[in-house]
């Protein structure tokens, strides 16, 4: 089962609300990601999580907290976003199999389209 | 940031011709892998190619890495209407196997 399962899977939310993206894999992934894509862009890394710490933040804007509260699940807390963080956000996560972690296969999750009004 | 640049950035092509990416990278590498997108939908990974190999296949997906170029390419033999999607190669970007970033992606549209 090569599964990442995100919810939901289209969000409509106001300036002014908190509302939150989550990622769930059963893979025992002990790496998760997050990425934002923009139409006809690829996918732009935001958060990294390796055994449930964060180990990269590409200097992605506070309104945006992720948080690993375990090893199965990743969220993405939203609050105050701007209308250009509409966007879709992809879940993926890898497995540690081998000596070589970066010679793992990186699964995608179907997205969570966003759209701030 | 992107680690690497596709070429053409858009390809469209005839059912049954063969369609031919590229993608070239800056940095050295461990492996360079190839996903497809369609619209509005999450990515699919088609294929791993380690930097020891030079060439790689999966049905009808032909996948070469010239480490000395800094280049790759995927070539999909006999293209479906099916194979319409956006094409990605993907590399990491450090030593850690965490720093995953994509290219620029070709958007290959296949006409019945």
């Known amino acids: 089962d090569t599964e990442v399962t995100q919810t939901p899977k289209h969000l409509v939310m106001g300036m002014t609300n908190k509302k939150s993206l989550k990622c769930e894999q059963h893979?025992?992934?002990?790496?998760m990601y997050w990425y934002k894509q923009k139409a006809k862009k690829p996918p732009e890394l935001m958060f990294v999580y390796s055994y449930e710490k964060l180990s990269i933040n590409e200097s992605v804007p506070s309104r945006f907290s992720p948080e690993c509260p375990n090893s199965s699940l990743l969220n993405l807390h939203l609050h105050a976003l701007q209308p250009e963080d509409s966007a879709l956000y992809l879940c993926?996560?890898?497995?540690?199999?081998?000596?070589?972690?970066?010679?793992?296969?990186?699964?995608f999750g179907e997205g969570s389209w966003l759209t701030v009004v | 940031s992107q680690q690497g640049e596709e070429d053409p950035q858009a390809l469209s092509i005839q059912e049954g011709e063969n369609a031919t990416m590229n993608c070239s990278y800056k940095t050295s590498i461990n492996n360079l892998q190839w996903y497809r997108q369609n619209s509005g939908r999450g990515l699919v990974h088609l294929i791993l190619?380690?930097?020891?190999?030079r060439e790689k296949h999966s049905g009808r997906l032909r996948v070469t890495l010239d480490t000395s170029k800094k280049s790759s390419s995927l070539l999909i033999t006999a293209s479906r209407a099916a194979d319409t999607a956006s094409y990605f190669c993907?590399?990491?970007?450090?030593?850690?196997?965490?720093?995953?970033?994509f290219g620029p992606g070709t958007r290959l549209s296949v006409l019945p």
């Open positions: 190619i380690r930097s020891n190999e």
């Open positions: 893979m025992g992934h002990r790496a």
């Open positions: 993907a590399t990491y970007r450090d030593n850690y196997g965490q720093n995953f970033v």
């Open positions: 993926a996560s890898r497995g540690d199999r081998g000596p070589d972690r970066s010679g793992n296969t990186i699964y």
